[in-house]
Nanobody
Framework: QVQLVESGGGLVQPGGSLTLSCAAS????????MAWYRQAPGKQRDLVAL???????NYADSVKGRFSISRDNAKNTVYLQMNSLKPEDTAVYYC?????????WGQGTQVTVSS
């Protein structure tokens, strides 16, 4: 199992961009799925984007065309590039690593989109 640490959150104006990073304590090369989730106050935690070990990606409909997930296995890091941010993107963003045997979460990073 790996430990995950997210970074890159902050306050941004509508229409702006942010890049989140998720650094793993060990190799992510063989981890089946790396993903980003988000949770707004009073709401459930929802999947934002997922990338498989083979590089296949999947996105929530609400972020398609605006967000992009990528992974750098050499750096054991997953990224979430977020463009054209909207106030409704405001949430705590969590990184997740999932294999057939275990699932690990980071502590989350706050993203606030506001003018």
């Amino acid at each position: 199992q790996v430990q995950l640490v997210e970074s890159g959150g902050g306050l941004v104006q509508p229409g702006g961009s942010l890049t989140l990073s998720c650094a793993a304590s060990g190799s992510i090369f063989n981890i089946n799925n790396m993903a980003w989730y988000r949770q707004a106050p009073g709401k459930q935690r929802d999947l934002v984007a997922l990338i498989s070990s083979g590089g296949s990606t999947n996105y929530a409909d609400s972020v398609k065309g605006r967000f992009s997930i990528s992974r750098d296995n050499a750096k054991n890091t997953v990224y979430l590039q977020m463009n054209s941010l909207k106030p409704e993107d405001t949430a705590v963003y969590y990184c997740n690593a999932k294999t057939l045997l275990w699932s690990s979460w980071g502590q989350g990073t706050q993203v606030t989109v506001s003018s």
